[in-house]
Nanobody
Framework: QVQLVESGGGLVQAGGSLRLSCAYS????????MGWYRQAPGKQRDLVAT???????NYADSVKGRFTISRDNAKNTMYLQMNRLKPEDTAVYYC?????????WGQGTQVTVSS
């Protein structure tokens, strides 16, 4: 089992920045994929960014150049640095890890961007 705890969400004006954190614990050996997803009201949950155990990253087109995903293995924490935020970035953000063939999700953190 892997436990995930997100933090860092909040209310920010358009153009501002936030950094989300996802602390992971439990049986973390074998995690091969980590990522951030978001879900706006009435919409499906969409991928935002991913990072592999080797450090390769991938981003949704809508956030490329504005968001950066990273991880600190010493702290067992994954981050999402979000810059130049837009009102359309408003959503609940979830972190996810894949360990072997199982997926684990965090509880979500609300990000609200005001215009």
């Amino acid at each position: 089992q892997v436990q995930l705890v997100e933090s860092g969400g909040g209310l920010v004006q358009a153009g501002g920045s936030l950094r989300l954190s996802c602390a992971y614990s439990g049986t973390i050996f074998g995690i091969n994929y980590m990522g951030w997803y978001r879900q706006a009201p009435g919409k499906q949950r969409d991928l935002v960014a991913t990072i592999t155990s080797g450090g390769s990253t991938n981003y949704a087109d809508s956030v490329k150049g504005r968001f950066t995903i990273s991880r600190d293995n010493a702290k067992n924490t994954m981050y999402l640095q979000m810059n130049r935020l837009k009102p359309e970035d408003t959503a609940v953000y979830y972190c996810k890890v894949r360990r072997l063939s199982s997926d684990y999700w965090g509880q979500g953190t609300q990000v609200t961007v005001s215009s």
